[in-house]
Structures are given as structure tokens and as C-alpha cells.
């Protein structure tokens, strides 16, 4: 192995190949949401074979848009507007995935930090804290 190759071994940036089943459970999305995903080339993947390998960053935790709401205390449709290609006032970093939304957690604490000016956010929410607002 050239030292070259060693270097770039040791550069762990966190994203890597997974199986679709794991790329879906990351991304709490549905497998069928991968596969269309890749098939319209809108994530990287690999094909081998008839097995798909999806990159995704295995360090980052993503939020959906209910739970991104409840820890920026603003309704469901604001964060969707702020996900939104027409947002004139600052577009809310997130990644879609088919029609669903995502927003990274770490690019959410930097937006929300940059946003406010100061003051220290809340952690990571714990899980099954939310419930639909919708009846």
C-alpha cells in the first residue's frame, strides 16, 4: 500500500456505501423511497451486480420537519416555506430525499445560531417526543 492510499484510508469523513435497507433506516424513510431516489439519480450510489450501495454521512442525524418545528417552536408549513426554492429570507439547509425533507442537525444548530446572534440551543431531541399537531 502507497502512502498516498494510507492517506486517504485515514481521511474519515463519515459518509460511506451502505445497503438501501441501512440508507433508509438512517434516513427514516422507506426503502422504495431509496430505490426511486437512485433511480432518478437524485442520491450517489453505486450498482453491483443487481445491489445498490447508497452514500450517505453516517455522522450527521437528520430531523423530519415535524421535529425541526418543535425544536424551533415554529409551525410545520414556516419550516416547509424555509425549505422552500422561493424562500427569500434565508433558506433552511436540509436535504430531500423523493418529496420527503430532512434537515441535518448539526447545519440546523449553525442556521438557528447564525439566525438568533447567541445563546445556547437544546440537545438533540429525545425520541417519541413528538405527537402530530394534526387531528
Not at 486517504?8 to 433506516?25: C, H, I, P, Q, S
Not at 439519480?41 to 450501495?53: A, G, H, P, Q, T
Amino acid at each position: 500500500m502507497t502512502d498516498k492510499t494510507a492517506e486517504m484510508l485515514k481521511l474519515d469523513t463519515g459518509k460511506k456505501y451502505v445497503t438501501v435497507t441501512e440508507a433508509a433506516r438512517h434516513l427514516r424513510v422507506s426503502r422504495n423511497t431509496i430505490y426511486d431516489a437512485c433511480r432518478d439519480n437524485e442520491m450517489d450510489f453505486i450498482k453491483v451486480r443487481s445491489s445498490l450501495r447508497v452514500l450517505i454521512n453516517f455522522r450527521e442525524k437528520y430531523m423530519t420537519v415535524a421535529e425541526t418545528a418543535v425544536y424551533l417552536n415554529m409551525s410545520p408549513s414556516t419550516v416547509y416555506e424555509a425549505c422552500s426554492l422561493s424562500c427569500d429570507y434565508g433558506q433552511l439547509p436540509h436535504l430531500r430525499v423523493r418529496s420527503r425533507i430532512r434537515i441535518p442537525y448539526s447545519k440546523l444548530i449553525h442556521f438557528a445560531a447564525a439566525g438568533s446572534g447567541a445563546g445556547e440551543l437544546a440537545p438533540w431531541p429525545a425520541a417519541g417526543r413528538y405527537e402530530s399537531t394534526c387531528r
